[in-house]
């Protein structure tokens, strides 16, 4: 004002023109300043956002990795243990399991436990048991939301109590609450499952740990997956929203002794005299009480819970038979399961199709170890099986993909040559970026090519955590394209399997150790050359059935067909009526004869349920839809599913009030077969890292959730980050203070520019 | 009448700019006493209390350095949204008094402004929220970036850091951070009676 004043009062010409020229630079400069600041506000924005904290590391949720592991200094030394013991009955068709999980607190805390564990795809878990000193809860079956809250108010109050969540149809995981320090619980679950039937040969598997899960990052990427228009493709979200609650701590085998002993035992009643009985991945006594019934041990005793199950058995005869029919009476109604072999039809009386085969091999960090050799060696057998008419294609995919040839080629020995060299020069790495290697070998060049049949064999461990995103992929777009899935590995993801190969119409194989490759991909030879039994129904005369699957699938070679049905009377006669290459067959099989099977209600539901699974990720049912018939069949049947839970609250409060309770996520074992430093990366702080270890930087790459929560060796977070710590209070206030300046400066400026007028 | 237009819209935007800075100083100041009143109540009852009823943090601990007359109540978390507040406890490092490093964050244009006055020898007292009191003597100072902090979060010694952005009086941020490292030299557990006394008195 003191200018202003001053100018207005003096009339030196002069004197305002340097003024003017002055206040002209003035402003000039002071504008300058001020687009510098602006400057800096923009480009130092992008530099922020790098500095801040990962916020993701710290997380309230990543806490459930649990301070009581965290504290203690020598590993899991002092931590909660686990003991498992199966019990399985095999009655005929059914498999009836007893899983009885023993929890023990050697610790002087209060320990809440979490234990992750796989079961059967097929399994229907419908029993939960705890056992505190000498008193057994039975658990309930609720809704899931429902289960948890009864759980968490018991925890809350101090009470014993046992939740059993599905996370998967073949993960679920165990809760107890309130573990006083020195004690032992006991949970029990029960689960129902039909015995396998391939060819000559039944079975049984019992997965035992769930191998560590490569879990795709929530990435714009899978918004274009589904770009064909099928209006799939809702702007993705996480693919892995639960990646949480299925990736628990691993141990590295090389620092920590196996973990999680387990006992098994089988009491097998076949219902035909026995002729060989076979553990293929354990050592077992078996004795032989009379001739339909064995009784299968671990030789050793306990073992360690790191590779699957599998027991097989076939009949003393030279043919297995070729028809089962049981009945189950629930309730009011009857339910019926039903195996029919159809007859295999001689080569020649038919034409060869030509076949255009796809091979697609998964060479991701999970497969490390003896699971890459098993996938090359059974890639290797499959291309030596191609005949000359046949055309194919490899693609290799962790997280990178190559495809050999463009299109897919004759095979010719030239072709089969390179893509021979191909497959040898393959090596385990990085992660499993699944869906678009289905996608690549879905992509069908000539799908109006009516005189070959598209096979697509897909080898992998199913080691991924977005099993969703798979499986709408195939159903999206398959087209005429046959999928057959190849499980290769100690603990291969089972769900993912035989969901795959049902979505995809074809078969799953599951090779366990190299010794196997040669026999099981000889059986899928046998299915991919061989027609399959299509247009398969089914026709009840008199019943009114309620069939599962309600599409029956197409039938390969060896393979039998499963029919679940609930009937309001047993009565007459179910036909059973396909086509096998361009022969029509048929088969009429009488109720009457129906022998006694135990739990079929059980395995008709479950079967239901996976039904409406399918439905919903097919889009043929609206997932509100699939959703009540799934709860409703679930609660009539007491079957955990994605939607129910069953959960055991022990009335009797034990933890005093005011004494804290840590949770334990109960640390698994790597797949035996499995590659640590494959899955998980480098052992980042083990005191010297042995020198001849690779420093693999394609491994870094992976992204693998459990990261973090690797073993105790590496649990030390190497440093701490720290915040932002400048506000731009005084950055904004200098600016201000400039701008308020320079108004003022105009406002001299124009009012001298008006004073002479 | 357009010629106004222009010093005018300059003398608004001027305004708002220098209300913003005003207001998170005022913010910060305004919080500190709201805070001191909740970190009372948690030491008297013993349990942690909210300072406004739609916070999403709650105070820890108290940070004192008596020659310098300077104090701040630490919020649990260190988000930006808590450092707004007061100086904030970073997640996954121990508490005050226990072994390990305890680290405490805060802007150094509010509340960690002192730090840059704390000489080697000062004494730095923690108040933690269950009333036990600890005294730290600053025993060394560095410059560090942000992600490479060269904190040893279970180290076996008895460690405070107190860290702010560096240099004191830039204007913009950068990733550098001033770490002012002290060791525990003193342990009290006086009862909470005697400390919320105390408190009563200092506020």
């Given at each position: 004002m003191t200018i202003y004043d001053a100018c207005e009062s003096s009339p030196q010409i002069r004197l305002s023109r340097r003024m003017r020229i002055v206040l002209f630079f003035l402003v000039e400069g002071v504008a300058a300043l001020v687009i510098g600041f602006a400057a800096l506000f923009l480009s130092f924005d992008p530099g922020w956002s790098a500095e801040l904290p990962q916020q993701a590391v710290l997380r309230p949720s990543d806490a459930r990795s649990g301070s009581l592991l965290f504290k203690t200094d020598d590993g899991y030394a002092d931590a909660l243990r686990l003991g498992i013991d199966v019990d399985l009955t095999v009655s005929g068709p059914t498999v009836r399991a007893r899983v009885t999980q023993i929890f023990r607190n050697p610790t002087k805390d209060w320990v809440e436990a979490t234990y992750v564990y796989p079961l059967p795809a097929g399994g229907a878990v419908d029993t939960l048991k705890m056992v505190v000193g000498d008193r057994i809860v039975v658990g309930d079956i609720k809704e899931r939301q429902q289960a948890r809250t009864i759980y968490e108010q018991a925890k809350q109050n101090g009470q014993k109590a046992a939740l059993t969540e599905q996370e998967r149809p073949n993960i679920f995981t165990n809760s107890v609450a309130n573990i006083g320090p020195g004690e032992t619980v006991l949970v029990q679950i029960e689960y129902q499952e039909p015995v396998q039937q391939n060819g000559n040969e039944f079975s049984l598997r019992v997965p035992m740990v769930v191998g560590p899960r490569y879990n795709p990052r929530p990435v714009v990427q899978s918004v274009d997956l589904r770009a064909d228009g099928s209006g799939l493709g809702a702007t993705s979200t996480d693919p892995v929203p639960d990646r949480n609650r299925i990736s628990p701590e691993v141990l590295d085998p090389a620092t920590n002794a196996s973990i999680n002993p387990t006992n098994i035992t089988v009491h097998l009643n076949a219902g035909f005299p026995l002729g060989e009985v076979k553990s293929h991945f354990h050592q077992v006594k078996i004795e032989n009480p009379d001739s339909t019934t064995r009784v299968v041990k671990l030789a050793e005793g306990p073992v360690p819970a790191d590779r699957d199950f599998e027991l097989t058995w076939k009949p003393?005869?030279?043919?297995?038979?070729?028809v089962g029919l049981f009945r189950e009476h629930v309730g009011n109604s009857d339910y019926l399961l039903a195996f029919v072999t159809p007859p295999s039809v001689e080569q020649a009386q038919r034409q060869q199709l030509a076949r255009e085969v796809i091979f697609v091999i998964d060479n991701s960090g999970?497969?490390?170890?003896?699971s890459i050799i098993q996938a090359k060696a059974s890639l290797l057998y499959a291309l030596g099986r191609l005949q000359p008419t046949d055309r194919f294609n490899v693609i290799r995919f962790d997280d990178t993909m190559d495809t050999l040839f463009p299109t897919p080629v004759a095979a010719n020995s030239a072709n089969i040559g390179n893509a021979t060299s191909f497959v040898s020069a393959i090596q385990a790495r990085g992660g499993t970026e699944m869906v678009p290697a289905m996608r690549a070998a879905l992509?069908?060049?000539?799908?109006?090519?009516?005189n070959s049949v598209r096979q697509v064999v897909f080898l992998t461990d199913g080691a991924i955590g977005n099993e969703q995103q798979l499986f709408e992929t195939i159903s999206a777009l398959r087209g005429r394209s046959r999928v057959f899935m190849v499980g290769i590995g100690s603990a291969p993801n089972t769900y993912l399997m035989t969901r795959a190969a049902e979505l995809g119409r074809g078969t799953f194989t599951h090779i366990g150790s190299v010794e196997q490759v040669d026999e099981r991909m000889r059986d899928l030879f046998a299915k991919l050359e061989n027609p399959a039994v299509t247009n398969l129904s089914a026709k009840f005369s008199d019943a009114i059935a309620d069939l599962t699957p309600s599409a029956l699938p197409d039938i390969y070679r060896d393979e039998p067909l499963v029919l679940a049905a609930k009937l309001d009377k047993l009565a007459g006669s179910v036909e059973i009526k396909g086509r096998i290459g361009d022969r029509p067959w048929s088969v009429t099989l009488p109720l009457a004869g129906a022998a006694e099977g135990k739990g079929l209600s059980k395995l008709w539901a479950r079967r239901k349920i996976a039904d409406a699974e399918v439905a919903r990720t097919t889009r043929q049912e609206s997932p509100e839809d699939a959703d009540k018939s799934i709860l409703a069949l679930a609660l009539e049947h007491q079957l955990v599913t994605r939607l129910t839970s069953l959960v055991a609250v022990d009335k009797t409060p034990s933890r005093p009030e005011g004494e804290p309770l840590k949770l334990s996520e109960l640390p698994l074992n790597?797949?035996?077969?499995?590659?640590f430093a494959k899955v998980f990366g480098e052992r980042p702080s083990l005191p010297a890292a042995p020198t001849g270890r690779r420093a693999d930087a394609g491994d870094g790459k992976m992204h693998l959730a459990a990261l973090k929560r690797s073993p105790v060796a590496t649990q030390r977070p190497g440093t701490i980050q720290l915040p932002k710590?400048?506000?731009d209070a005084e950055l904004k206030m200098i600016a201000g203070v400039i701008l308020l300046t320079v108004s003022l400066l105009l406002l001299v400026f124009n009012r001298r520019q008006t004073s002479p007028q | 009448m357009r010629r106004f237009i222009l010093p005018l819209a300059f003398a608004l935007i001027g305004l708002i700019l220098f209300g913003q800075g005003a207001y998170i100083h005022a913010k910060a100041l305004l919080a500190q006493v709201l805070l001191e009143r909740a970190f009372a109540q948690s030491i008297a009852t013993g349990h942690p209390v909210k300072p406004w009823s739609w916070a999403d943090t709650w105070p820890v601990a108290r940070i004192e350095v008596k020659r310098l007359h300077a104090s701040a109540i630490v919020l649990a978390g260190s988000s930006g949204q808590a450092l707004a507040f007061g100086p904030g406890h970073v997640e996954q490092t121990a508490d005050a008094g226990e072994r390990g490093v305890a680290v405490y964050s805060a802007h150094r244009d509010t509340h960690f402004r002192f730090l840059k006055d704390v000489t080697i020898g000062d004494e730095i007292d923690v108040t933690r929220r269950d009333g036990k009191i600890f005294r730290y003597r600053a025993d060394r100072s560095s410059v560090v970036r942000f992600d490479q902090s060269g904190i040893d979060p279970v180290t076996d010694g008895y460690e405070l850091v107190l860290s702010t952005c560096w240099p004191f009086d830039a204007l913009t941020s950068g990733p550098e951070r001033y770490l002012l490292h002290a060791t525990l030299i003193e342990s009290d557990s006086r009862t909470r009676e005697s400390d919320s006394r105390t408190l009563e008195s200092g506020s």
């Open positions: 003393a005869a030279e043919k297995a038979p070729s999970s497969m490390g170890g003896t992509s069908d060049t000539n799908h109006d090519d009516a790597l797949p035996a077969g499995w590659d710590t400048a506000t | -």
